[in-house]
């Protein structure tokens, strides 16, 4: 699959942490990022929840926040 | 008639909760396990029916994060993911909303964490979250505090269970206000009240089953005990036979002593 991608990129944070991305859709940085797309894991964008059928019109901007989220043992 | 599973349990009447039917009333957390075989074992020990887990960040690298999803899977139990972690109402909703999605449920252990070092949820926010949250659809199991007032108030909100504390999360010294508990399960008689953390003892467990709590959840009791294959089942017995207990209605407490042994009929005993 083709990533939408911008000509330079731009800042984000990913799982708390910068990142320049060229990606300006949420599963086309999931495809950059190298993120197996059918697993186990969900999607937020500057704190709001993004469902997987929006992961790939869901655009990203400069500055954007965006949390993966995958299960872990919890009490 | 006991409903007894193949662990040989007596799990006592089935009862309900968010719209399932259940045998087991022991709530079992994944965490701080030895190792995952230990953390199988003590599902099936324990008989519980109902685990929780939560949710943290995803590194690419790092696999996808099924591993552990599919070894929770495998057992076959009803899955709770908590907000553990969370501060406001906004990132518990939020990620109630990703739980949602990934495990395909609508259950939802809501924590709201306002206090860093007493892990004491803020009330307030969990009020605000579980209020929102199940008017969304979700089946809400609320961590409280044994505060009367805000369980009456989750109650109120449609949550499908209140999970007052026993004790602050981890610290196993088991009920630290047990009138506080028993003058909750009194007041709410028709709500589903779970005590959620601080049993360090299976001997805590039957304590608040013998109070009239529905069922009790805890995770690091089993989880760090010497033996935690054991343990769950120990803590299985202490919940089964309290909540017995609870289902045969204890006699009452006396001011004075009784004997047990009838006069009647007593040697050597002549009226003077």
């Known amino acids: 699959m083709t990533a939408p991608q911008t000509q330079t990129g731009f800042e984000i944070t990913l799982n708390g942490k910068p990142l320049h991305t060229r990606a300006n859709a949420l599963q086309a940085l999931l495809i950059e990022q190298g993120y197996a797309l059918q697993g186990a894991f969900a999607c937020a964008v500057n704190n709001s929840f993004v469902p997987r059928p929006q992961w790939p019109t869901q655009t990203l901007q400069a500055h954007d926040r965006v949390d993966v989220i995958t299960p872990i043992a919890g009490g | ?272």
């Not at chain 2, 033996?227 to 017995?244: I, K, N, Q, S, T």
């Open chain 2, 1 to 272: 008639m006991n409903a007894t599973t193949d662990t040989g349990i007596a799990h006592g009447q089935p009862w309900q909760v968010a719209g399932v039917t259940l045998k087991s009333r022991f709530f079992l957390g994944t965490s701080h396990y030895p190792s995952p075989q230990t953390l199988s074992d003590a599902v099936a020990a324990s008989g519980t029916q109902v685990l929780t887990v939560g949710m943290r960040r995803l590194q690419p690298e790092s696999g996808g994060g099924n591993s552990f999803w599919q070894r929770i899977s495998a057992l076959g139990c009803h899955i709770l993911p908590n907000t553990a972690g969370c501060h406001s109402a906004q990132e518990a909703i939020t990620l109630a909303q990703m739980a949602r999605e990934i495990f395909g449920t609508q259950w939802i252990k809501l924590e709201v964490i306002g206090d860093d070092y007493t892990l004491q949820p803020d009330t307030h926010a969990t009020l605000a979250a579980a209020t929102e949250l199940a008017r969304d659809g979700f089946a809400v199991f609320a961590y409280t505090t044994d505060d009367l007032v805000i369980a009456k108030r989750l109650h109120d909100a449609g949550c499908a269970a209140v999970m007052p504390w026993a004790a602050p999360i981890g610290t196993g010294r088991g009920p630290l206000n047990p009138y506080a508990l028993e003058t909750m399960r009194k007041s709410l008689p028709d709500a589903v009240l779970v005590v959620d953390a601080g049993l360090g003892r299976p001997s805590h467990a039957a304590q608040v089953m013998e109070l009239g709590f529905d069922a009790v959840l805890l995770n690091t009791a089993v989880a760090q005990a010497g033996d935690p294959v054991r343990m769950a089942r120990a803590f299985a017995d202490g919940v089964a036979g309290g909540r017995a207990a609870y289902e045969s209605t204890p006699m009452p407490e006396r001011a004075a002593a009784q004997a047990s042994t009838s006069t009647v009929g007593m040697p050597f005993w002549h009226a003077p």
